[in-house]
């Protein structure tokens, strides 16, 4: 694996392995989340702590996750303000030195947290790894791989796709610097957050082989449009030209109205 950056100094070899929180929030993800928690518990890297933030679940959830509360460190659930509350809860109960967020329908490979931690582990003025994102669709079966871009500060402004938020692994200590989630974007909080970061002057480092599988073909049109327009709105926010804003999501929204006229997703 070939990585760029600078090398942090001092041995390895018996040094205490930085704990990694994992979190996932849910609600009503019957369907999917127990494919989810057997990804993050299959995981080779240890110590690893997993919490499970269910925004009180009617459909069986609560059921899956509880088979297996055994091997999970935190287990809350009840009513939340949306997903950047859950994401929130979630971050105030970890205690890694690294922080993941896996959705309920998304799933790891078992080295996709040990990859992370590595990288970041040898390269200290990088403060979070990203890689691959596998798009799979259950209804046609197509699997699309979207690569991160190791360039992606070129775009970040005004779009998210280069960094593949499912697939990143953050040192906890951004959350401490930046603050974590804003609530009132209910999608694209995550681009939000990276804009602040990338803002401040802090570099993310592309780890190929770092993969997280999403499934796709749920997303329904009226989010979908509702996700573009606050990626659109939050661009805006930063300060960057509404009228490249507003260019980028158009062609965003073409592409996904032409990936799903021909089946793709």
Request: charged fraction near 25%; proline fraction near 4%; glycine fraction near 10%.
């Amino acid at each position: 694996m070939k990585t760029s950056g600078v090398r942090r100094k001092g041995q390895q070899g018996r040094a205490r392995k930085p704990l990694v929180s994992v979190i996932t929030v849910c609600r009503n993800a019957a369907t999917t989340v127990e494919r989810t928690v057997r990804s993050v518990l299959a995981q080779s890297y240890k110590p690893l702590e997993y919490i499970i933030v269910d925004g009180g679940s009617t459909d069986g959830t609560l059921d899956i996750i509880r088979r297996n509360r055994r091997k999970i460190a935190r287990i809350v659930s009840e009513p939340d303000r949306g997903i950047s509350d859950a994401f929130n809860k979630g971050i105030r109960l970890s205690r890694g030195a690294y922080v993941h967020l896996l959705n309920a329908d998304d799933w790891m490979e078992p080295d996709t947290i040990s990859r992370g931690v590595e990288a970041l582990e040898l390269m200290s003025d990088r403060s979070f790894a990203y890689g691959d994102l596998v798009e799979e669709n259950p209804h046609t079966g197509h699997i699309h791989v979207l690569h991160g871009d190791p360039r992606y500060g070129r775009w970040i402004r005004y779009v998210m796709g280069p960094l593949n938020h499912p697939t990143i692994l953050v040192r906890k200590s951004l959350y401490d610097r930046y603050g974590t989630f804003d609530e009132r974007w209910s999608i694209a909080m995550d681009y939000d957050f990276l804009l602040r970061v990338h803002r401040a002057g802090e570099k993310g480092l592309y780890v190929p082989g770092l993969r997280v599988h999403m499934t796709t073909g749920g997303f329904a049109t009226r989010e979908a449009l509702r996700s573009f327009r606050e990626v659109r709105d939050i661009s805006i926010r930063h300060g960057f030209p509404a009228w490249l804003a507003f260019g980028y999501q158009g062609l965003r929204i073409l592409k996904q109205f032409i990936y799903r006229l021909v089946g793709l997703r």
